[in-house]
């Protein structure tokens, strides 16, 4: 199975503060990645697929790139409702995983 | 408006089984592939299964293997998860989550729509 490796596991940030999230895949993924936004006791919300495609109704502040093994989630400026943990997911094979999780918090 | 719900979760002692369902409403159902997704207290997001749009593909993460079944009902709009021999590990909130991409058979490129969840809790 492919592993996904995100880091940092969390961050502090403050609102306004650009925030940089990065996956690392065990193997090539050919950009067959998607971001997603978790806010607590709630269901996963689609932010990016196709490693940099911005989801429906996404704001343009999140930004996704990378190629290979390698991939970035952005947020260009930290809002209120952007503390919440981040997940990448990749689509290359079955059985399909998750990244580790990153948790945002406000500092 | 576009919604999945799930349904059937609870508390259940190990080795007994549990099946969960997944009810869509407000989108042609029949032409999605639906996962299964579950969340460990405090953990992060494990994949669980998919079935195909039309059930023709199916496919299980290894740590449900032989004890996991999703199979779906088109003609009701709903896709289920039959959990047999259920072990203190498989605690966890369970989401459906639906294809991005309809009429898919092979990998899709992310899930677009996700049900609240149901939890299971497997405890003696």
């Known amino acids: 199975a492919i592993q996904l490796t995100q880091s940092p596991s969390s961050l502090s940030a403050s609102v306004g503060d650009r925030v940089t999230i990065t996956c690392r895949a065990s193997?090539?993924?050919?950009?067959?990645l998607a971001w997603f936004q978790q806010q607590p006791g709630k269901a996963p919300k689609l932010l990016i697929y196709?490693?940099?495609d911005l989801g429906s109704g996404v704001p343009s502040r999140f930004s996704g790139s990378g190629s290979g093994t390698d991939y970035t989630l952005s947020i260009s400026s930290l809002q209120p409702e952007d503390f919440a943990s981040y997940y990448c997911?990749?689509?290359?094979?079955?059985?399909?995983?998750f990244g580790g999780g990153t948790k945002v918090e406000i500092k | 408006h576009v919604q999945l719900v799930e349904s059937g979760g609870g508390v259940v002692q190990p080795g007994r089984s549990l099946r969960l369902s997944c009810a869509a409403s407000?989108?042609?159902?029949?032409?999605?592939?639906i996962h299964w997704v579950r969340q460990a207290p405090g953990k992060g997001l494990e994949w669980v299964a998919l079935?195909?749009?039309?059930?023709?593909?199916?496919y299980n993460a290894d740590s449900v293997k032989g004890r996991f079944t999703i199979s779906r009902d088109n003609s009701k709009d709903t896709v289920f998860l039959q959990m047999n021999s259920l072990r203190v590990e498989d605690t966890a909130v369970y989401y459906c989550?639906?294809?991005?991409?309809?009429?898919?058979?092979?990998?899709?490129?992310?899930?677009?729509?996700w049900g609240q969840g149901t939890l299971v809790t497997v405890s003696s």
């Open positions: 989550a639906r294809d991005k991409i309809d009429h898919l058979v092979g990998l899709g490129d992310a899930f677009d729509i």
């Open positions: 407000g989108f042609t159902f029949s032409n999605y592939g």
């Open positions: 079935i195909a749009y039309d059930g023709s593909k199916k």
């Open positions: 193997q090539d993924i050919s950009g067959a």
């Open positions: 196709d490693a940099s």
């Open positions: 997911q990749q689509f290359k094979s079955y059985p399909l995983t």
